[in-house]
């Protein structure tokens, strides 16, 4: 497409719930990283996705976040038993495939998927 | 570690000068970024400069880079209502390109 889109653009949930959040990235874009804005934290890098594999999920914060990307496209984020911390502004950012000696890294985010945990 | 430092807020009025410090940790890094983020927007790239650069200009925007002190600032002239938004620096880390992302400087402008 001819932006990231991410889905749902709100969501509200009970604690304890599973919650799923949809990211289609530019098209072409094999790189694909997913961020977490909450209020006072900034931006927080959850997981880097090169085409399907993750080699970087250092940022997950706990076994209750999982992500996985399918044909090199569309990325979920799923979140387990949901805690009220969980509330935030999840991100999506895609880029095309970056090595070091290939330049700025730049990424095009999407507008964000809002999740509320009552 | 990894840790980019930003102030949280500034104000300045119409058609002065905006100056937004961001202050990082790797030296390694190669790019530093500038976002912009308006309200219930994602984040939009504004400028990027090269590590072995000290100066970028882009029309209304200067980006200085101080690599001995790890000094970042964005410059915007004549700043109109307009600008105001939350703007991010970033440092690219290691080898997968991940952006670190300061806390985002609140620039409000006033009439």
């Known amino acids: 497409g001819a932006g990231v889109s991410q889905s749902p653009s709100n969501k509200v949930t009970e604690k304890g719930k599973d919650v799923e959040l949809r990211c289609d990235p530019i098209s072409g874009h094999t790189a694909l990283y997913w961020y977490r804005q909450s209020l006072g934290q900034g931006l927080e890098f959850l997981i880097y996705f090169q085409g399907n594999s993750a080699p970087d999920k250092s940022g997950l914060p706990s076994d209750r976040f999982s992500a996985e990307r399918t044909g090199g496209s569309v990325s979920t984020l799923t979140i387990q038993r949901t805690q009220q911390e969980d509330s935030a502004v999840y991100l999506c950012?895609?880029?095309?495939?970056?090595?070091?000696?290939?330049?700025?890294?730049?990424?095009?985010f999407g507008a964000g998927s809002r999740l509320t945990v009552l | 570690g990894e840790d980019v430092e930003q102030s949280l807020f500034l104000s300045v009025r119409e058609g002065d000068s905006s100056v937004i410090n961001c202050t990082y940790t790797?030296?390694?890094?190669?790019?530093l970024y500038w976002y912009k983020q308006e309200p219930g927007a994602g984040l939009q790239l504004l400028t990027y400069?090269?590590?072995?650069?000290d100066m970028k200009q882009d029309q209304r925007l200067t980006v200085l880079l101080n690599k001995k002190d790890k000094h970042l600032s964005l410059r915007i002239a004549d700043t109109q209502t307009g600008d105001s938004a939350i703007y991010f620096c970033a440092e690219s880390m290691g080898n997968t390109g991940k952006l670190i992302f300061g806390q985002g400087t609140t620039l409000q402008v006033k009439p």
């Open positions: 400069i090269f590590s072995n650069m």
């Open positions: 950012a895609s880029s095309l495939a970056w090595r070091e000696s290939s330049g700025a890294n730049v990424l095009t």
């Open positions: 790797d030296s390694s890094s190669t790019y």
